[in-house]
């Protein structure tokens, strides 16, 4: 069983940067490939970005060259490095494993507002 902590959140100006981190524990973090996911109030969750266990990154395109996904299997770590940010970037976001979808983390809340 995998369990999620995200953090790093914050109030950001547009075209400010934040850096995300998901925490996970279990043995298996390692093998699994993992995701950044972002719901908008009155929105629907969407998938922002995924990777694999061997480091290959995948994005939606409307975060392609602004964010940047990674991970440390040391750490039990993900991270979402998220630049050029945009108040439609507004939301909370989650990292889960790639595909699940219960055990959800309770978020950690990004707003870009000036």
């Known amino acids: 069983q995998v369990q999620l902590v995200e953090s790093g959140g914050g109030l950001v100006q547009p075209g400010g940067s934040l850096r995300l981190s998901c925490a996970a524990s279990?043995?298996?973090?390692?093998?699994?490939?993992m995701g950044w996911y972002r719901q908008a109030p009155g929105k629907p969750r969407e998938l922002v970005a995924g990777i694999t266990s061997g480091g290959t990154t995948n994005y939606a395109d409307f975060v392609k060259g602004r964010f940047t996904i990674s991970r440390d299997n040391a750490k039990n770590t993900v991270y979402l490095q998220m630049s050029s940010l945009k108040p439609e970037d507004t939301a909370v976001y989650y990292c889960n494993i790639l595909g699940r979808t219960t055990d959800w983390g309770q978020g950690t809340q990004v707003t870009v507002s000036s």
């Open positions: 279990g043995t298996f973090f390692r093998l699994v490939r």
